[in-house]
């Protein structure tokens, strides 16, 4: 211990270091990022301090400052396999699959025994279209460590996209009977076994769930897309804010493996509709996530808002740096709650998905445009292969991977009926899905 100048007592280097860890390991990481930061600032150059300085500004959606930081604690350090592999988490996540290869290879260089290692080689082969190799990476990781859930539930999502349903099935139950309340296993297993016809016993999966877990939003939600349930009119805000904290790291990275085209769909249409970006308008985009659209729009805007439900996601928006305000808010109710013909565009990619009924959602945007104001959005269509029946008279209908999609004539309906004309109704491939287009809309409707 060291004494301050008039008496007080300041910890040492080791000691503000264990309490920066822990109150890190609490979520307290205002006050863990201060002590981290103020340990470099008093010259410690410190591997520990400089690499956990950089999970916790990952942690926080600044990939590449959290990517120079742990660089240089593995220039100070390079023998620390964990380092190695946090470093390939984070290249992972900002689709740098390459440099994130390498970095796994480091870490079992160091550690070959150690199955989380080949557990996340897995996933970046499978990101690499290297299927085979990402199934033996799995079963390695099973095989130093039989209780493994995540690898198994990995490799049985694997099989899945591989179109090996009963070797999937296999793979999930073996990660249920290791660990019987893993979330993500049994949202996936009900999907695995809806994807094969097996629409009662994806249901049972679904109810057992809620019966362990009675207020589990997923549950409930992908008991309802199975028929066991009174399909609801949106998505519950629990559900979607479970969903898109849960990937907000790693959002924009499979979305480009995807081949996602909304973002830029939507951009176009903006420019078909209003010519050339002026500066000059008050733009709302309407589940703005992480903010793929926000570059997009600000060169039209003078005035640029992002709303989101995921603070996940509003985390990754804000480094962007292109929107004016970031607000968490449902979107209904925040349309709602908007200043009455304020806005000359509002934009939404992507997020009218978790929305069946869409009426509401119309009205308050009406509400909030502008006289001659333009809503472009985008929605999934109804998919024939699954519901050969059509969208029947609510116009939607609740897909088993946990999005809505629509009827057109009753999107356009529901469009005039609250006072918006659709200018542009096309149909577009919107991005990829288990090796298949998803087909949707692009519509750009206009206030009266």
């Not at 139950?173 to 297993?189: D, I, Y």
């Not at 094969?196 to 994806?202: I, Q, V």
């Not at 995807?258 to 973002?263: E, K, V």
């Not at 004539?409 to 918006?420: M, Q, S």
Request: charged share 25%; net charge negative.
């Amino acid at each position: 211990m060291t004494r301050r100048p008039g008496g007080g007592v300041e910890a040492d280097p080791a000691q503000a270091m264990g309490i920066a860890l822990a109150w890190h390991r609490e979520g307290r990481l205002d006050a863990a990022e201060a002590i981290y930061r103020n340990l470099l600032d008093h010259g410690l150059r410190d591997a520990n301090v400089l690499h956990f300085l950089g999970v916790l500004t990952h942690q926080r959606g600044r990939a590449r400052e959290a990517l120079a930081l742990m660089r240089d604690s593995l220039a100070l350090d390079p023998t620390v396999a964990d380092w190695h592999s946090n470093i390939g988490n984070v290249l992972l996540e900002t689709g740098q699959l390459d440099a994130a290869a390498a970095a796994y290879r480091q870490a079992l260089a160091l550690r070959p025994d150690h199955p989380a290692f080949h557990n996340n080689l897995g996933v970046l082969l499978r990101e690499q279209n290297r299927p085979e190799d990402a199934e033996r990476a799995y079963l390695r990781a099973v095989e130093l460590a039989p209780d493994y859930s995540d690898a198994y539930s990995n490799c049985a999502s694997l099989y899945q996209a591989l179109g090996r349903g009963e070797d999937s099935l296999r793979m999930f139950w073996q990660a249920l009977l290791h660990s019987p309340r893993h979330s993500r296993s049994r949202r996936l297993l009900g999907l695995a076994l809806f994807n094969l016809g097996r629409l009662e016993e994806a249901a049972a999966v679904y109810r057992q769930w809620l019966e362990d877990e009675p207020g589990n939003v997923q549950a409930r939600h992908h008991l309802a897309a199975c028929g066991g349930a009174e399909v609801p009119e949106r998505a519950a805000d629990g559900y979607v804010e479970e969903v898109f904290d849960g990937f907000a790291n790693s959002f924009d990275a499979k979305l480009a493996l995807l081949h996602y085209r909304a973002p830029e769909l939507v951009a176009g249409q903006v420019a078909a509709c209003l010519g050339e970006p002026r500066a000059a308008l008050d733009i709302l985009d309407a589940g703005c996530g992480t903010g793929l659209c926000g570059p997009l729009l600000a060169p039209y805007a003078r005035d640029l808002e992002g709303v989101d439900l995921s603070a996940g996601m509003l985390a990754k928006a804000e480094p962007r740096q292109v929107y004016h305000r970031l607000v968490k808010a449902e979107l209904t109710a925040f349309l709602q709650e908007s200043e009455p013909a304020s806005r000359d565009l509002i934009v939404s990619a992507d997020t009218l998905c978790y929305f069946g009924r869409l009426a509401p959602v119309f009205a308050a945007a009406q509400a909030t445009l502008r006289p001659g104001g333009w809503l472009i959005f985008t929605l999934e269509a109804v998919d024939r292969a699954l519901h050969a029946q059509g969208a029947g008279p609510e116009g939607f209908v609740l897909n088993p991977h946990g999005r809505y999609s629509h009827d057109g004539a009753a999107v356009r309906r529901d469009l005039e009926g609250a006072g918006l004309e659709p200018v542009t109704f096309d149909s577009v491939h919107l991005r990829e899905e288990n090796a298949r287009p998803v087909l949707g809309w692009l519509v750009a409707a206009r206030r009266h």
